[in-house]
């Protein structure tokens, strides 16, 4: 479902938005199911999950996406491919996927035991 102030993504059935803290009241229309949205992927990824985002955006295999960028890179300049690279890091938001913790959500250590 998306934020009514913010227009931002959250869990579905949310009492609060996690970014900016609104609540959300009443009829919140969720995202139409055709529309996608490119973002870094969680689940999929060797760097930053940017390939694999590209890859689940596109419905194509993750390989062949890392294949392309590096070929890409390496035709195009290195300082080219890998400044696109880190802005595309920067700019996608990372999509968490369902029962994988992302790092708003994980432990920040070992839980102290109790005495």
């Keep these: 479902m ?16 996690y970014f900016c803290g609104t609540q959300q009241t009443g009829v919140v229309t969720p995202r139409p199911a055709g529309a996608k949205r490119l973002t870094r992927s969680a689940t999929d990824k060797k760097l930053a999950g940017v390939c694999g985002g590209l890859a689940e955006y596109f419905d194509a295999d993750p390989g062949i996406v890392r294949i392309l960028a590096a070929l890409a890179t390496i ?12 802005v595309a890091w920067c700019v996608l938001p990372i999509r968490s996927a ?15 035991p109790a005495h």
């Design 98 to 112: 369902p029962g994988v913790a992302t790092p708003a959500s994980a432990t920040t250590g070992p839980a102290a």
């Design 75 to 86: 035709g195009s300049g290195l300082v080219f491919g890998v400044l696109t690279y880190i």
């Design 2 to 17: 998306i934020c009514r102030n913010c227009n931002r993504d959250i869990a579905e059935y949310s009492n609060y938005c």
